[in-house]
């Protein structure tokens, strides 16, 4: 089986100058780079450039895509838009994890799957992913639950362990955060019995009137600081800021009046999934076994009628199969042995089966040398 890599960035918050460009281009002479990305595909050869020295350095988001089962996706954002502390709390493993440097963090989810799947091309898989990274500025940190999910489902954490405050909109993910949890092979059952206990999105979702109460508890001074940065336009992304703020203090009050709640273990988590799979497995035995038993019914019915139409019709039918059989085309060998077998049931159904085997092996004796004939009877069961 020949190997397929593929290697997407995307630059995001501002675009590569020339001499990044030029940078980049002493990788690799048949990328496709733009002011905004790096994409290549690898058949035999492989990358020659370091993904984390880049992530630090140039990109906001990367994918990476292997036929034998790897799957990595990485993200960057400015520390003030995504705590360190946080980003580790739900990124604890091998498969999610965090890094700072240099006023960035970096996340980076892992999905490792020995044997591969079905071969898909990388283009297109970054796209579906990359608006994560602005939900994750805005607050959204359903993303990184998934990380903790992953790290859970591959045993990286012990039963015992509790796990982080659950997100709102768990159980009502955007179509990023879907293409992401696919991406990440993430076990559907397991992300189901997690959303359990996150609350509707709709619910988490601010009033006007409740971010114009928490911007008046702000000090007078940075109030004027961030009315000062918003008017000269410094910082595009300042809205997205305010709203992460206002969204982290308002969890922290969520997680305060929860505390009574009892969190669940990772141990708890995975039974209650795999209980989940097996009723699963249970309801689609029984719905197959059901819809096996209706066609099994209809099929008696519809051969019930059809012997109820060919009653009485038997001296006809055995002097059609004897033409058949003359003959000698194994189209109609086929045909012949379809009517022996309507004899037989009709033989049957009269209490004469002994009258149909006996003439039967008349036949079969009769045609002896015609092995091709004599085998279509025996795999009929004639």
């Not at 100058?17 to 690898?42: D, H, Q, W």
């Not at 400015?78 to 999610?96: E, I, Q, V």
């Not at 077998?341 to 039967?360: I, N, P, Q, T, Y």
Request: net charge negative; charged share 35%; proline share 4%.
């Amino acid at each position: 089986m020949s190997e397929y890599q593929y290697y997407e960035f995307q630059a995001i918050d501002r675009p590569l100058t020339e001499k990044e460009m030029g940078e980049l281009r002493s990788y690799s002479t048949r990328a496709r780079i733009t002011p905004t990305s790096f994409v290549n595909n690898y058949s035999w050869g492989s990358f020659k450039g370091d993904e984390d020295r880049w992530m630090e350095k140039y990109f906001d988001a990367f994918l990476y895509f292997a036929n034998w089962g790897t799957h990595v996706f990485k993200l960057r954002l400015p520390s003030r838009m995504l705590n360190l502390d946080t980003a580790n709390l739900y990124c604890p493993g091998r498969a999610a994890f965090a890094s700072e440097k240099n006023g960035k963090v970096i996340l980076s989810f892992v999905s490792e799957e020995e044997g591969g799947g079905d071969w898909v091309e990388g283009e297109g898989l970054l796209s579906s992913l990359i608006s994560v990274r602005a939900e994750l500025a805005r607050g959204d940190i359903r993303c990184l639950y998934l990380g903790w999910l992953l790290c859970a489902q591959n045993g990286e954490l012990d039963d015992e362990e509790e796990e982080p405050p659950v997100p709102p909109g768990l159980g009502q993910l955007s179509a990023s955060l879907e293409s992401l949890a696919d991406f990440l092979r993430i076990d559907p059952d397991l992300l189901e019995i997690a959303a359990q206990m996150s609350r509707p999105l709709e619910h988490a979702c601010p009033e006007p009137e409740e971010i114009r109460k928490w911007i008046g508890k702000l000090p007078a001074g940075e109030k004027e600081d961030l009315l000062a940065r918003f008017i000269t336009g410094e910082e595009p992304a300042l809205a997205m800021e305010l709203m992460r703020r206002f969204i982290e203090e308002g969890d922290k009050r969520s997680r305060g009046e929860a505390e009574e709640v009892k969190k669940r273990t990772v141990g708890e988590l995975l039974q209650a999934a795999e209980d989940l799979t097996e009723k699963r497995r249970e309801l689609a035995a029984k719905k197959a076994a059901e819809e096996k038993a209706r066609r099994a019914r209809e099929a008696e019915i519809a051969r019930t009628n059809h012997l109820d139409k060919i009653a009485g019709k038997e001296p006809e039918l055995w002097n059609q199969i004897e033409t058949l059989i003359a003959s000698k085309q194994p189209k109609n060998y086929d045909r012949a042995v379809e009517l022996l077998v309507d004899l037989r049931d009709l033989a049957a159904r009269k209490g004469k089966k002994e009258d149909f085997d006996s003439r039967l092996g008349r036949l079969r004796a009769s045609q002896v040398r015609k092995p091709s004939l004599i085998e279509k009877l025996r795999k009929a069961g004639l």
